[in-house]
T-cell receptor, first 117, second 112 residues
Framework: NAGVMQNPRHLVRRRGQEARLRCSPMKGHSHVYWYRQLPEEGLKFMVYLQKENIIDESGMPKERFSAEFPKEGPSILRIQQVVRGDSAAYFC???????????????FGPGTRLLVL | DAKTTQPNSMESNEEEPVHLPCNHSTISGTDYIHWYRQLPSQGPEYVIHGLTSNVNNRMASLAIAEDRKSSTLILHRATLRDAAVYYC?????????????FGQGTRLTINP
């Protein structure tokens, strides 16, 4: 059973370009989460999605950032008009459908390291 | 999510046990205690979680204080591969807060 997959693992963009980060959840997982880790800082939650729905985007910057998790295919985190401050590691996690009252364990991917020149 | 407090860093020797403390004095009755770790240049990895009773799995043990205001992650025999940042996180089991709130964690160094 393959783990959470993210691609690309490394992405270099110039200021003003767009960055698209992809996340394929573990098989059987219908919940996806995106986190960002700025250099020398902790992980910060960005957005939580279920298939075709955004459940919680409280950690997403209001501008330039968007996320989707379509019925078919991977989840996409899209950053438009990137700036140097967007340089960070972006991690995706997935979990199963909630079972009863227990929050399910999140399994993380290896991350995409974005460098904005 | 309730706040947790962990030492910034700890150091231990290979083959010895490691006890990583976490204080969560404002924990509520519906909070589970989760531990994740992040190895260098990798994504976080689930380690263990518990509610009231001590828990054991193949990776570690979790000792939870009787009043639940603190807990300790125990690595019984540390190896160099256990060098990582360890995060203690509280998750509400009822309200269903899905996001993980990471603090600064404890950076564990293992000496050969």
């Amino acid at each position: 059973n393959a783990g959470v997959m993210q691609n690309p693992r490394h992405l270099v963009r110039r200021r003003g370009q767009e960055a698209r980060l992809r996340c394929s959840p573990m098989k059987g997982h219908s919940h996806v989460y995106w986190y960002r880790q700025l250099p020398e800082e902790g992980l910060k939650f960005m957005v939580y999605l279920q298939k075709e729905n955004i459940i919680d985007e409280s950690g997403m910057p209001k501008e330039r950032f968007s996320a989707e998790f379509p019925k078919e295919g991977p989840s996409i985190l899209r950053i438009q008009q990137v700036v140097r401050g967007d340089s960070a590691a972006y991690f995706c996690a997935s979990s199963r459908q909630r079972q009863g009252e227990l929050a399910e364990t999140q399994y993380f991917g290896p991350g995409t390291r974005l460098l904005v020149l | 999510d309730a706040k947790t407090t962990q030492p910034n860093s700890m150091e231990s020797n290979e083959e010895e046990p490691v006890h990583l403390p976490c204080n969560h004095s404002t924990i509520s009755g519906t909070d589970y205690i989760h531990w994740y770790r992040q190895l260098p240049s990798q994504g976080p990895e689930y380690v263990i979680h518990g509610l009231t009773s001590n828990v054991n799995n193949r990776m570690a043990s979790l000792a939870i204080a009787e009043d639940r205001k603190s807990s300790t992650l125990i690595l019984h025999r540390a190896t160099l591969r256990d060098a990582a940042v360890y995060y203690c996180i509280l998750r509400d089991r009822i309200q269903g807060a899905q996001k993980l709130v990471f603090g600064q964690g404890t950076r564990l160094t293992i000496n050969p």
